[in-house]
Antibody, heavy 118, light 106 residues
């Protein structure tokens, strides 16, 4: 069974930094692209970033490019999202998903809440 | 990147009826298109990809059709558990989601 467990979400001040993690299990992690998708009540679902199984190809949404960095550690079956220069509009539930780079997100974690507020 | 517009915004139907949900892309996305279901307090779940291919474990009551700019999700023989928000997504040019259709089964 595919399992994706996000962690790291919390309250952070504007301009601050945060790193999210996603521990994967139940599949050959290195063989799959992974991505982050966020959700807010106002803006709905927004794809944030994704990368291939090797990590050699990476893409970002325009709204986070230059501020967020996605990475993966295949030996630990873990996906990361480093978020810098956080803004109020980054407040959202962040989902880790399997796939979502050049195709659909086939599996989703339960999400972790990031709140950016002073 | 293509924008996606879903209609209707809300849909209220009775058990046993059929539902038709629509999604229109601002430019052609071929069949690089998916549908998701999200129930309250849960993460989205993939229903359809490639515009018409059911994801693993999805019952055949759910069907997808369309290509280019116009797509449809049909749900037959509605059950109370089908109450959810349904989102469309394109992954042809970057990746964008529609704003969702809330389906209520009363």
């Amino acid at each position: 069974e595919v399992q994706l467990l996000e962690s790291g979400g919390r309250l952070v001040r504007p301009g601050g930094s945060l790193r999210l993690s996603c521990a994967a299990s139940g599949f050959t992690f290195s063989s799959y692209a992974m991505s982050w998708v966020r959700q807010t009540p106002d803006k709905g679902l927004e794809w944030v970033s994704g990368l291939t199984g090797s990590g050699n190809s990476i893409d970002y949404a325009a709204s986070v490019k230059g501020r967020f960095t996605i990475s993966r550690e295949n030996s630990k079956e873990t996906l990361y999202l480093q978020m810098n220069s956080l803004r109020a509009e980054d407040t959202a539930v962040y989902y880790c998903t399997r796939g979502g780079y050049s195709g659909p997100s086939t599996d989703w974690g339960q999400g972790t809440l990031v709140t950016v507020s002073s | 990147e293509p924008g996606l517009t879903q209609s209707p915004v809300t849909l209220s139907l009775s058990p046993g009826e059929g539902a038709t949900l629509s999604c229109r892309a601002s430019q052609s996305v071929s069949t690089y298109f998916a549908w998701y279901q999200q129930k309250p307090g849960q993460a989205p779940r993939l229903l359809i990809h490639g515009a018409s291919i059911r994801a693993t474990g999805i019952p055949d009551r759910f069907g997808g059709s369309g290509s280019g700019t116009d797509f449809t999700l049909t749900i037959s023989r509605l059950e109370p558990e089908d109450s959810a928000v349904y989102y469309c997504q394109q992954y042809a040019r970057s990746r964008t989601f529609g704003q969702g259709t809330k389906l209520e089964i009363k």
